[in-house]
């Protein structure tokens, strides 16, 4: 049950948890104990719907705004959230109501008890009290903030109780502060009961135009955050929706260090890509066979070295590109087990972390591997524990 705190209150309450947080050795988020049965490692589809739509905003706005908090929660976990039509019953049904409205918990007015959700084991609904000022974000005076209360009663509804971390989504006081970004606490709880995103990383590298680092899978893509080592909030996208012309499900991203262009390979094609113009530049794509010589169609992975080298790799073989002559220097191919006796073959996709940490990173299946400078490979690791984080289907 989540409770409107007026100011005064919440000031008390503020202090009453500093005195507490002295008391608690560790500071963190608290699991209920109940949660939805969902396959460790596999995406856990997780249905919702809405009984009885609010009298203060429109339904349009409210489908908007649910969805946008459910997506906040898959963003970072193995669950992804999907509308089912009533009358099928959804795991999580969703209810605006007054007063008595069929639980032993009614409503009381505006003000006090805005909402209130169960958790797994107690059916996952979440209730919100429709005697309350409604609004999609933004809240003043009395008004309360749809995203920020529903971000918060979802989290019960997957199972999270109350955290002691104050700026915490599912701190109790979060529904004061129209907190709805997640936030590390948040992001260890959900992940403590559900496990961490298991995604494969099949085409990465670093585009020059904005500084950031892409991956992609599929048809979307997600953009790494450096310094916590997890994808940005707000991904996955469709590649469609920033990458004019370039189609899913390509083999690599390739960042040449002969000229700082990024290039797209597909197949037995390659795209040179205009990251000022946001287009695939004109006449592409053309035949890898004529752009480069001695590279072969269906590469798995591509990236260009600080040894003024590039690197195509494909099945057991490793093709080394000198960048400054233009082709595949002699000598190559060359067995992967040859020249990097600890990194795989069959890999997924690979990239050197130039600007970060200098390492180049192999990925396969859910693997990564990390090769310094000098040569010295550690691995393999599980993606999405500790390094590439939050690569989470939606
Ligand atoms: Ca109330
Ligand atoms: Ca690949
Ligand atoms: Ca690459
Ligand atoms: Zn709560
Ligand atoms: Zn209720």
Not at 62 to 67: D, E, G, I, Q
Not at 137 to 165: M, Q, R, Y
Request: proline fraction near 5%.
């Amino acid at each position: 049950m989540d409770y409107w705190v007026d100011v005064s209150q919440q000031k008390a309450a503020a202090k009453s948890n500093m005195v507490h947080s002295v008391k608690i050795r560790r500071r963190r988020y608290v699991a209920q104990g109940s949660s939805w049965p969902v396959i460790p490692g596999r995406v856990g589809t997780i249905t919702w719907n809405v009984a009885a739509w609010s009298t203060k905003l429109s339904i349009g706005d409210v489908n908007t705004t649910l969805a946008e908090a459910f997506r906040m929660w898959a963003e970072v976990s193995m669950l992804v959230f999907r509308w089912v039509d009533p009358p099928i019953v959804a795991d999580i049904t969703i209810m605006f109501a007054i007063g008595s409205h069929g639980d032993t918990q009614p409503f009381d007015g505006p003000g006090n008890v805005i909402a209130h959700a169960y958790f797994p084991g107690y059916g996952g609904n979440i209730h919100f009290d429709d005697d309350e000022s409604w609004a999609i974000t933004s809240t003043g005076g009395n008004s309360k903030s749809l995203l920020a209360v529903a971000v918060h009663e979802i989290g019960h509804s997957l199972g999270l109780d109350h955290s002691t971390v104050s700026g915490s989504v599912m701190s109790a006081l979060s529904l004061q502060n129209n907190n709805v970004v997640l936030s590390d606490d948040d992001v260890n709880g959900i992940q403590s009961i559900y496990g961490p995103c298991a995604p494969r990383v099949t085409a990465i590298d670093y585009m020059c135009s904005d500084g950031k680092t892409y991956i992609f899978n599929g048809d979307h893509y997600w953009r790494l955050n450096d310094a916590k080592h997890e994808s940005d909030r707000g991904y996955p996208s469709k590649i469609s929706s920033k990458w004019q012309g370039i189609p899913d499900n390509i083999d690599e991203i390739f960042l040449w260090g002969h000229n700082w262009n990024i290039y797209f390979f597909k197949g037995n094609q390659y795209y040179k890509y205009n990251e000022v113009n946001n287009t695939v530049e004109p006449n592409y794509p053309r035949a890898i066979s004529q752009g480069w010589p001695g590279v072969p169609d269906n590469i798995d992975a591509a990236f260009t070295s600080s040894d003024g080298n590039s690197y195509f790799l494909k099945g057991d073989q490793v093709y080394k590109y000198n960048n400054y002559y233009d082709q595949v220097e002699f000598g190559y191919p060359q067995l992967i087990s040859a020249v990097w006796p600890d990194i795989p073959n069959n890999v997924d996709s690979a990239f050197e972390w130039w600007y970060w940490d200098g390492n180049v990173y192999f990925f396969k299946d859910e693997y990564y591997w990390k090769m310094t400078v000098s040569g010295v490979v550690s691995g393999p690791f599980f993606i999405g524990i500790d390094a590439w984080k939050n690569l989470c289907e939606v």
